[in-house]
């Protein structure tokens, strides 16, 4: 079980927010707990390394504009400069806090009070921080609570607990708002699967094509939104697979004769129509992508299907869609392995990359490994890293496994400089980088790593060469290449096995392959003795059973069909939470008893077990009695007066006599007044026939 702890800060009091992340967390198998910052103290909080978000292991700060400003900003849009200096500095103290405590963070802009507060300066603000974060792969921006956001508008503020204890939310908004951060947190630190693979029949279109023929399948509005969302993921770099058992002219004619849909065949990276396992399929299509099965989504609404590739691919994160065209859409909006923190202009290529990548395998096969090469016009350029290169030398570090040297994840050395690649098919891009740093007479690198779509052409070596060189220009003797064995860099240890380097130890489970600088630059691709040029990584040529990676996939993805099912809306993730915990019925308690022990089980730190237990025994605070109030507010209509509250007999039966009697007593008001509303409206001779009736009545 992973372990984190949440850092949160606001310019509101945001404490409601705790018991819906600690529900994440263990919703998604994470053992951890919430801490708070003192209320209104966002920035001191921000940058005092021994803060509460010091201390984190991720930050969330929460924050409305009339807060930032104390309502400085002008509703109307007139002088925006506070607001925009305020949103500066918090964008500034986010980085500063980001870059010290080495943890991700997340800033989230909160609705506007509809009392007090400006949407005109909540989408200024909005806008600000987006704009400015944008390439901070450190600090996410999160603008809204989408998906879960509360469907009623009233259904987010509550300007009773807002004015009483600055607690500006309602349940249902502090449930969906954690929900949006716990997803977007996940997204931001979980590695993301790299290709979606999708079943045809039942999951693209209505029918079975093998049946009802091209013409015979249904393509309707709602499973269009299906189509939608996965061109959505082409979009952000995502590799789309097809994988279903038909013929494949059939599945091809379906396309042919649905030229409008989100998606046509040319942004699909790789087939597998025909009669093999799926779980058959699936491998071929990682051998033919040459990327590992645990970077795999397969997408099937036969609960067979799934079973087969689960139990035949277990590294493969396979999700059974809804039968239901619209339930399978939402699923997939719900979906949150398919979120994507950033993207970049490299991930939008990603599609028409590994399709130039097919044609090359083609011409390969069409001549020998030698003369492929020969032809190949390899083109690599190194140069320094600039700020450009940025977020794109981030997401190598992050995602690259198969050929990272040390299987580090952050770059810390002095100068980084970047691989660009092209050959006669087209153009890589940026696809690898060095990190190095001069330590007496030696050059080290503690990055050394290159993307699997362009390993075993020899780039690595030319990157090696390039270091070699640099150590030579500098009058360096040596270069150090840092290396560390993980479950999946097995193509980087057969490279180092071809260099005339020694290995010396250092650290735990790690060594330096040391050479010297003339060597180092000397060295060339040899295709006939390179390893790498079988297809797929090591892990998955050899022979035997299978290699899996237990972290390969995430342990919140075994919760992810529940989450894109069930935790669709704050609603249900309040009745999840209650769900959750213990249950507090007693015999012969009254439905408002009832009630308030409910409650106070959810506000809490110990559950009553009885209606006689007092709220501030059960652990009970000003706060707490802040969201309590409110929700009697709202359930009940009644406002509890304060010389109940703040009394040892504020116990459950006490709070309830008091409900009942305060409602029945503006029942009968209001039933007076109706009933002299009623009488005004009559007319004398009405008045007396009723007087009449009533005493022949009481007679009778």
Not at 320 to 349: G, K, S, Y
Not at 406 to 426: A, C, H, I, K, P
Request: charged content about 25%; hydrophobic content about 45%.
């Amino acid at each position: 079980m992973s372990k984190i702890a949440l850092g949160v800060a606001a310019t509101f009091t945001a404490e409601p927010l705790g018991d819906a992340l600690r529900f994440w967390l263990a919703e998604l198998g994470t053992e951890g707990d919430v801490a708070f910052a003192p209320y209104d103290q966002v920035f001191p909080s921000l940058l005092d390394p021994g803060s509460v978000l010091g201390r984190a292991g991720a930050v969330v700060v929460l924050v409305r504009a009339e807060d930032l400003t104390a309502g400085a900003a002008d509703a109307a849009g007139g002088d925006w400069a506070a607001l925009d200096a305020a949103a500066d500095d918090l964008a500034t103290a986010l980085r500063t806090s980001a870059a010290a405590a080495g943890t991700p963070h997340l800033v989230a802009v909160c609705p506007a009070s509809p009392e007090h507060g400006s949407t005109g300066a909540h989408a200024r603000l909005t806008a600000r921080l987006a704009q400015t974060l944008e390439d901070d792969r450190a600090v996410a921006v999160l603008t809204s609570a989408e998906p879960y956001e509360p469907a009623d508008p009233e259904a987010v503020h509550d300007a009773f607990a807002d004015r009483t204890g600055n607690v500006p939310y309602t349940d249902h908004y502090f449930a969906a708002l954690a929900a949006a951060v716990v997803r977007r947190l996940q997204a931001v630190t979980t590695p993301r699967p790299k290709v979606v693979v999708a079943d045809c029949d039942g999951t693209l279109w209505d029918g079975v094509v093998g049946e009802d023929g091209p013409d015979g399948v249904v393509i309707g509005p709602e499973r269009e939104e299906i189509w939608r969302e996965l061109a959505r993921q082409v979009a952000a770099g995502r590799l789309l697979c097809l994988c279903s058992k038909n013929e494949e002219k059939d599945v091809r004619e379906v396309f042919a004769r649905h030229p409008g849909l989100p998606f046509g065949l040319d942004d699909v990276t790789a087939m597998r129509v025909g009669w093999e396992a799926k779980s058959q399929a699936l491998r071929s299509l990682a051998d033919e992508l040459n990327l590992g099965l645990d970077s795999f989504v397969f997408l099937d609404d036969s609960p067979v299907e799934c079973a087969e590739v689960r139990a035949g691919c277990p590294e493969v994160l396979t999700l059974q869609m809804p039968p239901r065209a619209a339930e399978a859409a939402a699923f997939l909006r719900h979906c949150w392995p398919l979120d994507l923190a950033a993207v970049t202009e490299a991930d939008r290529e990603r599609t028409r990359r590994y399709q130039e990548e097919r044609r090359r395998e083609q011409a390969r096969g069409e001549m020998s490994l030698a003369d492929f090469f020969a032809t190949l016009d390899l083109r690599v350029t190194i140069t320094p890293a600039g700020p450009a290169h940025e977020a794109r030398a981030a997401q190598l570090a992050e995602r690259t496994n198969q050929f990272n040297l040390s299987g580090t994840r952050r770059l810390d050395g002095d100068e980084t400089f970047v691989v660009d690649v092209s050959d006669r098919f087209g153009d890589y891009g940026v696809v690898g980088l060095t990190d190095v740093r001069t330590d007496g007479d030696t050059l080290r690198a503690g990055a050394f790593l290159l993307s699997c779509r362009a390993l075993g052409r020899g780039v690595e070596h030319r990157m090696l060469a390039h270091l070699g060189a640099l150590a030579r220009d500098r009058g360096l003797a040596w270069v150090a290449l840092s290396f560390r064995a993980t479950e999946r860099n097995q193509p980087a240890r057969d490279f180092l096995a071809t260099l005339p380097a020694t290995a010396e130890p250092y650290g735990e489970e790690a060594a330096w392959y040391v050479l010297t600088a003339a060597d180092a630059a000397a060295v060339v691709h040899s295709p006939v003795h390179s390893p790498a040029h079988s297809s797929g990584p090591a892990e998955e040529r050899a022979a035997g059973p299978v290699r899996i990676d237990p972290t390969a996939v995430p342990a919140g993805w075994a919760a992810v069909e529940r989450i894109a099912t069930r935790l669709t809306g704050p609603e249900a993730i309040l009745d999840a939470m209650r769900a959750a915990r213990p249950a507090t019925e007693v015999a012969g308690a009254t439905p408002v008893e009832a009630t308030v022990m409910r409650w106070w089980a959810e506000l809490l730190d110990k559950p009553p077990t009885s209606v006689n237990d007092g709220f501030f025994e059960l652990g009970g605070h000003s706060l707490r009695l802040v969201q309590f109030m409110a929700r009697v507010r709202a359930e009940f209509g009644v406002e509890l007066p304060f010389d109940t509250l703040y009394t040892t007999s504020f116990t459950i039966a006490e709070v309830a006599k008091v409900i009942e009697e305060r409602q029945l007593a503006e029942t009968g008001d209001e039933e007076l007044a109706g009933l002299l509303d009623e009488l005004a409206g009559l007319s004398d001779e009405e008045i007396d026939a009723l007087l009449e009736s009533g005493l022949e009545s009481g007679n009778g």
